[in-house]
Nanobody
Framework: QVQLVESGGGLVQAGGSLRLSCAASGISFQLSAVGWFRQATGKQREWVATITSIDNTNYADSVKGRFTISRDNTMNMVYLQMNSLKSEDTAVYYC???????WGQGTQVTVSS
């Protein structure tokens, strides 16, 4: 059974940083492209960043230069380092194995201005 568990969300002031973690069981992140998505209240879920199985990374324009996606294959974890946070980054953040039905339960990030 595949399970993805996000952690690391919380309340932070604008300009601050958070690091989100996504832990996987039942699937190898090393063999997968993994993405972070987010959904703000009343809005559609949107893509944030992706890391491929060969560590190519891509970012939404709204987070480019502020967020960094990375992986630790030995720990089967994917991370999202978020710096210079803005109030518009407030959302529930989800990790997702690309081209699969596997999603985590989400972790809330709230940025106060």
């Amino acid at each position: 059974q595949v399970q993805l568990v996000e952690s690391g969300g919380g309340l932070v002031q604008a300009g601050g940083s958070l690091r989100l973690s996504c832990a996987a069981s039942g699937i190898s992140f090393q063999l997968s492209a993994v993405g972070w998505f987010r959904q703000a209240t009343g809005k559609q879920r949107e893509w944030v960043a992706t890391i491929t199985s060969i560590d190519n990374t891509n970012y939404a324009d709204s987070v480019k230069g502020r967020f960094t996606i990375s992986r630790d294959n030995t720990m089967n974890m994917v991370y999202l380092q978020m710096n210079s946070l803005k109030s518009e980054d407030t959302a529930v953040y989800y990790c997702h194995v690309i081209l699969s039905n596997y999603w985590g339960q989400g972790t809330q990030v709230t940025v106060s201005s």
